[in-house]
């Protein structure tokens, strides 16, 4: 699998995450937001769900050359 790389602001590459891994990440913050709604979160992978929503917020920022 061919990844990009792209410097950061502080000259870091950053991964650009590929289609199958944003719907990945979607995926694990959707069901988190679906399990803090009815109050199930004894089971939620908090280190996921933060990693998920960190390759979304870098892809936001990658795609919308933010």
């Given at each position: 699998?061919?990844?990009?790389?792209r410097?950061?602001?502080?000259?870091?590459?950053?991964?650009?995450?590929?289609?199958?891994?944003?719907?990945?990440?979607?995926?694990v913050?959707?069901?988190?937001?679906k399990?803090?709604?009815?109050?199930?979160?004894?089971n939620?992978?908090?280190g996921?769900?933060a990693?998920a929503?960190?390759?979304?917020?870098?892809?936001a920022?990658?795609?919308?050359?933010l």
């Amino acid at each position: 699998m061919d990844h990009e790389a792209r410097k950061g602001k502080k000259g870091h590459n950053r991964h650009v995450a590929s289609g199958s891994e944003l719907f990945s990440s979607t995926k694990v913050v959707a069901d988190a937001a679906k399990s803090a709604m009815s109050h199930k979160t004894e089971n939620l992978n908090k280190g996921k769900v933060a990693g998920a929503a960190t390759e979304l917020v870098g892809a936001a920022s990658h795609y919308g050359k933010l």
